[in-house]
């Protein structure tokens, strides 16, 4: 058996669609299935749909997600079915109506489920409270207007800034002990993600020069530090791809396409280049 590991662009582009499926699913007896909405969620489940179709009065059964038991059934109307999804691993899956007469109707991909914030980085890892911040991972975005939470320990960086789903600016919040590491935690709508010591508080005196510690990071060291994550991932996934080799990994292609695009960094003459 074969087990991805993928980054899931797709299923971005999908929950940005809005409502799942690609369109309606109606069986000869009138029972059918139009929409379901909101028609992404996240992979804990627990996300309240509403399922849009015809022919709901014969008396329903069950609404399945990928044959999963949607829960808190509530059948208002012969063409409204309210449900809580269930727990799925992040992709599109396939939503059934079943009545108690034996008949079913199921719509294709008729809902997304969307992976949690993943937390690789935070540059740079340590200073002050009052530090701008630069956080890489991947599904930052769950398509909402809000920007995610980010708590630095247990307290909540002030308005951070989502430049991209790979890319968080954030500003160190004080509260914290005056040294020490800290988790670093993206929350957002389809769950939260955590970096583990992602970032270490050091006072004034520790960093020898206060004024430069509260400096936010230059875009070009930015871009430095980045190719290093960039040069140090490639270098694991090399392992990874001899030890695991029953398993389908990202390409480096990929890996690189995405660490340029969370730190801006464009392919120039002057830009550095990773050995083939």
């Known amino acids: 058996?074969?087990?991805?590991?993928?980054?899931?662009?797709?299923?971005?582009?999908?929950?940005?669609?809005?409502?799942?499926g690609g369109g309606s699913s109606t069986s000869p007896s009138g029972l059918g299935i139009r929409s379901v909405n909101p028609g992404s969620g996240p992979e804990a489940g627990g996300n309240q749909v509403a399922v849009n179709g015809t022919g709901f009065n014969v008396g329903i059964r069950a609404v399945l997600f990928d044959g999963i038991p949607a829960t808190d059934l509530d059948v208002t109307s012969d063409s409204n079915i309210n449900c809580i999804t269930p727990p799925h691993a992040t992709?599109?899956?396939?939503?059934t109506v079943a009545a108690d007469s034996g008949e079913s109707v199921t719509l294709e991909n008729g809902y997304v489920y969307n992976a949690p914030p993943r937390v690789f980085a935070v540059v740079p890892q340590a200073g002050a409270a009052g530090l701008t911040v630069s956080i890489v991972g991947w599904d930052f975005d769950d398509g909402s207007t809000q920007a995610p939470t980010v708590l630095f320990g247990d307290q909540e960086s002030v308005l951070p800034q989502l430049v991209s789903t790979s890319l968080i600016f954030a500003t160190v919040p004080g509260g914290q002990p005056t040294t020490g590491a800290v988790d670093v935690t993206v929350i957002n709508g389809n769950g939260q993600g955590t970096r583990r010591r992602g970032f270490v508080y050091l006072t004034a005196a520790t960093i020898g020069n206060a004024a430069t510690a509260l400096q936010a990071p230059e875009p070009e060291r930015i871009r430095r530090e980045g190719y290093v994550l960039i040069q140090r991932l490639l270098a694991l996934w090399e392992r990874l791809e001899g030890a695991l080799g029953d398993y389908d990994l990202p390409t480096r292609e990929r890996i690189v396409e995405v660490f340029k695009e969370s730190l801006h960094v464009r392919d120039t003459a002057s830009s550095p280049r990773r050995s083939r």
Do not use: E, I, Y
Not at 91 to 95: C, G, L, P, Q, Y
């Open 91 to 95: 992709s599109a899956v396939d939503v």
């Open 1 to 20: 058996m074969r087990t991805a590991f993928c980054l899931v662009p797709f299923v971005v582009l999908l929950a940005a669609c809005g409502g799942g």
